[in-house]
């Protein structure tokens, strides 16, 4: 019994770059960015080690998206932008709310959004007395309800589940920047194995609050450089420095390919396989040799009945850290080492672009793989002027190749040595 074939046919993102997946893709083949000078709310500019970031600004917000119900409930931010590119994959697909019923949601999401003066709310004037239920509830009352005390890890799955009238699997994921491709590549497995017809699946993050980019400055991940402005995100370059936070969300909707025709869908790509690994090499480093990474893009080539030789793009995790960069080009060399095939790959970093989502980082670079294999190009990898020793593949640097790509992968890599691989193939009708 042959595997059903999986298609992508519905897309939504919200990212630095606006509120719609189509304003994103084009602006990424410009070779634009969306990275800018930032500070926490609330603390004086130029006070905070971090200074840049690539922010969702709702002053971008389209009008036909004012009267959203993101808008109008109670949700932290991550929630409201997750919830739209949601929307927007679903109205993309051009499915009915009959024909979601039966859906899957997986959705991928990071740590609930804090504020410091709600914990301290939540302790104070107890004069070292246990509190007691009344005196909880009403602090409770006084907290703000879009804020991490009065909102759920799963919250974003359960208000798009809500909102499409979802009875079928609700399901909700938490494995640090591998998250969102965790959750479209458990989705994929889901239809494969006949468990549904239909999923929606991606994520939403932000950790642009003083709490958590405090924490990501004190593990040296986020990048303090200030001499290259709003570059200083460089994937692969010999100056790179930690990675640039961004935020947003983003979503696909995944069915069958027989369902896909038969209702009239074009399908935008085809996801063949999905691979995922654990380093277990330290929280906070991948495996110096990349064998975690490896073993994931293995696992999902060989899920994918796809010979390494037949790939031909890699959308690349690349962080613009030491570590990853020179981790995931070993990895690579490692998996396309035959014939030197990986000197013949065409590397891209979209983090570049539009920083790190995150724990939703993995659905917009899967929406720009998937949108590759359908037009042929290749968004680039910007601010790579002096590339490293360990890095020395081709990586795209500053523009748009146009070149066929039938099958690609994406990567995602996260903290704690989850690791992640989604290969993706141009959509032909018939099978070769």
Same mark, same amino acid.
């Given at each position: 019994?042959?595997?059903?074939?999986?298609?992508?046919?519905?897309?939504?993102?919200?990212?630095?770059?606006?509120?719609?997946?189509?304003?994103?893709?084009?602006?990424?083949?410009?070779?634009?960015?969306?990275?800018?000078?930032?500070?926490?709310?609330?603390?004086?500019?130029?006070?905070?080690?971090?200074?840049?970031?690539?922010?969702?600004?709702?002053?971008?917000?389209?009008?036909?998206?004012?009267?959203?119900?993101?808008?109008?409930?109670?949700?932290?931010?991550?929630?409201?932008?997750?919830?739209?590119?949601?929307?927007?994959?679903?109205?993309?697909?051009?499915?009915?709310?009959?024909?979601?019923?039966?859906?899957?949601?997986?959705?991928?999401?990071?740590?609930?959004?804090?504020?410091?003066?709600?914990?301290?709310?939540?302790?104070?004037?107890?004069?070292?007395?246990?509190?007691?239920?009344?005196?909880?509830?009403?602090?409770?009352?006084?907290?703000?309800?879009?804020?991490?005390?009065?909102?759920?890890?799963?919250?974003?799955?359960?208000?798009?589940?809500?909102?499409?009238?979802?009875?079928?699997?609700?399901?909700?994921?938490?494995?640090?920047?591998?998250?969102?491709?965790?959750?479209?590549?458990?989705?994929?497995?889901?239809?494969? =194995? /006949?468990? !549904?017809?239909? @999923?929606?699946?991606? *994520?939403?993050? $932000?950790? &642009?609050?003083?709490?958590?980019? +405090? %924490?990501?400055?004190?593990?040296?991940?986020?990048?303090?450089?200030?001499?290259?402005?709003?570059?200083?995100?460089?994937?692969?370059?010999?100056?790179?420095?930690?990675?640039?936070?961004?935020?947003?969300?983003?979503?696909?909707?995944?069915?069958?390919?027989?369902?896909?025709?038969? =209702? /009239?869908? !074009?399908?935008? @790509?085809?996801?063949? *396989?999905?691979? $995922?690994? &654990?380093?277990?090499?330290?929280? +906070? %480093?991948?495996?110096?040799?990349?064998?975690?990474?490896?073993?994931?893009?293995?696992?999902?080539?060989?899920?994918?009945?796809?010979?390494?030789?037949?790939?031909?793009?890699?959308?690349?995790?690349?962080?613009?850290?030491?570590?990853?960069?020179?981790?995931?080009?070993?990895?690579?060399?490692?998996?396309?080492?035959?014939?030197?095939?990986?000197?013949?790959? $065409?590397?891209?970093?979209?983090?570049?672009?539009?920083?790190?989502?995150?724990?939703?980082?993995?659905?917009?670079?899967?929406?720009?793989?998937?949108?590759?294999?359908?037009?042929?190009?290749?968004?680039?990898?910007?601010?790579?002027?002096?590339?490293?020793?360990?890095?020395?593949?081709?990586?795209?640097?500053?523009?748009?190749?146009?070149?066929?790509?039938?099958?690609?992968?994406?990567?995602?890599?996260?903290?704690?040595?989850?690791?992640?691989?989604?290969?993706?193939?141009?959509?032909?009708?018939?099978?070769?």
């Amino acid at each position: 019994m042959s595997l059903p074939r999986i298609v992508i046919t519905g897309l939504g993102a919200v990212t630095g770059f606006g509120f719609e997946w189509q304003t994103m893709w084009e602006q990424m083949l410009r070779g634009e960015h969306c990275i800018r000078p930032w500070q926490p709310e609330g603390v004086a500019d130029g006070t905070f080690p971090v200074r840049f970031a690539a922010p969702v600004d709702n002053r971008q917000l389209p009008d036909y998206l004012q009267d959203h119900p993101a808008w109008q409930t109670p949700l932290e931010k991550r929630s409201r932008w997750g919830w739209v590119a949601a929307s927007q994959a679903i109205t993309d697909s051009g499915l009915s709310p009959a024909q979601l019923r039966d859906a899957a949601v997986l959705c991928a999401s990071g740590v609930p959004a804090h504020n410091i003066q709600d914990m301290l709310l939540s302790v104070c004037d107890q004069q070292n007395t246990p509190p007691a239920w009344r005196y909880l509830m009403d602090k409770a009352s006084q907290v703000d309800a879009v804020h991490s005390l009065r909102q759920s890890n799963d919250r974003l799955a359960r208000v798009i589940a809500d909102d499409i009238g979802c009875e079928g699997p609700v399901i909700n994921i938490s494995s640090a920047c591998a998250g969102a491709s965790q959750a479209i590549g458990n989705a994929f497995q889901m239809i494969r =194995r /006949g468990d !549904v017809e239909v @999923a929606i699946a991606g *994520g939403a993050d $932000s950790v &642009l609050s003083l709490d958590t980019m +405090t %924490a990501l400055y004190l593990l040296g991940a986020a990048s303090t450089e200030q001499r290259w402005g709003t570059e200083l995100c460089r994937p692969f370059d010999h100056h790179r420095s930690g990675l640039v936070a961004g935020e947003g969300g983003g979503f696909v909707v995944l069915e069958t390919l027989e369902r896909a025709l038969a =209702r /009239g869908a !074009v399908p935008y @790509a085809e996801v063949l *396989g999905f691979g $995922s690994s &654990l380093d277990g090499y330290k929280v +906070t %480093a991948p495996d110096p040799q990349g064998r975690g990474a490896a073993l994931a893009m293995q696992t999902a080539l060989h899920d994918a009945g796809i010979r390494p030789q037949q790939v031909d793009h890699i959308n690349a995790h690349g962080t613009s850290t030491p570590l990853n960069d020179a981790a995931e080009t070993l990895a690579i060399k490692s998996v396309f080492a035959q014939g030197e095939h990986y000197r013949r790959l $065409s590397i891209n970093a979209n983090k570049s672009q539009f920083g790190h989502l995150i724990a939703a980082a993995g659905a917009p670079e899967l929406i720009i793989t998937a949108l590759a294999c359908k037009h042929d190009r290749i968004t680039p990898t910007l601010n790579l002027h002096d590339a490293a020793t360990d890095c020395d593949l081709d990586y795209c640097a500053h523009q748009t190749v146009n070149r066929r790509v039938d099958v690609a992968l994406s990567n995602s890599f996260g903290f704690g040595g989850l690791n992640t691989c989604l290969v993706v193939g141009k959509y032909q009708e018939h099978a070769e």
